[in-house]
């Protein structure tokens, strides 16, 4: 049976090409990640897959363990890591951002990744998690419809609410979150709005602050 890592090995190009089919959801995603993350420091994207938002953010360190999209990632300049987010190969206190886009719904631990990514952060660091909201319309969808995804197929999609009471409860805080995507991302022709908070866009950004 193929697993998580097998399949992103397996269809990394198939994955990157999706950005290109649906740059408005791209650019979307982008946008509202931006409002949030740090302009400045030592940052790394935790499951960077092919690079394609570490390289716009100008993040040159990425950590993935599917080494074809790996692979993908470092031809776009980006210094790659085969590690899980569970066990970072990284110093205490090592960076002063860290950002994770779509990764925590396929993550074995969340909340040891979560945890490890609090070590490496330096104090008053912070963290950016871009994710599927599962309690949103559009993530109810996603969730009922993950078995005819070739990706999605093995997620577990989360609720904001339960991300962020993992952050509260390994010590992270000034929590802040933005949404984004309220259509489905086929229909999506312009850049969607960033609002604040969560429950009806597909794409959430949690922001949150080391605190010791």
């Given at each position: 049976m193929m697993d998580k890592i097998n399949v992103f090995d397996k269809y990394a190009e198939e994955y990157d090409e999706w950005f290109d089919v649906h740059p408005w959801v791209y650019r979307s995603e982008v946008q509202a990640v931006k409002i949030v993350l740090p302009q400045a420091g030592k940052g790394i994207e935790i499951g960077t897959g092919t690079g394609r938002f570490s390289v716009l953010f100008g993040i040159t360190i990425g950590v993935e363990p599917s080494e074809t999209m790996a692979e993908i990632a470092r031809s776009r300049g980006i210094t790659v890591y085969e590690s899980k987010a569970e066990n970072l190969p990284f110093d205490d206190s090592a960076f002063d951002f860290a950002l994770m886009v779509t990764t925590i719904c396929f993550l074995n631990d969340p909340l040891q990744a979560l945890r490890e990514i609090r070590r490496i952060l330096r104090p008053s660091g912070k963290i950016i998690i871009g994710?599927?909201?599962?309690?949103?319309?559009?993530?109810?969808?996603?969730?009922?419809?993950?078995?005819?995804?070739?990706?999605?197929?093995?997620?577990?999609?989360?609720?904001?609410?339960?991300?962020?009471?993992?952050?509260?409860?390994?010590?992270?805080?000034?929590?802040?979150?933005?949404?984004?995507?309220?259509?489905?991302?086929?229909?999506?022709?312009?850049?969607?709005?960033?609002?604040?908070?969560?429950?009806?866009?597909?794409?959430?950004?949690?922001?949150?602050?080391?605190?010791?």
């Open positions: 994710m599927l909201d599962e309690d949103s319309p559009p993530g109810k969808e996603y969730d009922s419809k993950k078995k005819s995804s070739k990706f999605y197929e093995y997620a577990e999609f989360y609720s904001v609410k339960q991300v962020v009471e993992w952050l509260r409860i390994l010590g992270y805080n000034h929590i802040h979150i933005l949404q984004t995507i309220f259509q489905k991302p086929d229909k999506i022709t312009a850049l969607e709005p960033v609002r604040e908070g969560h429950g009806e866009g597909l794409f959430v950004v949690i922001s949150a602050e080391k605190t010791l």
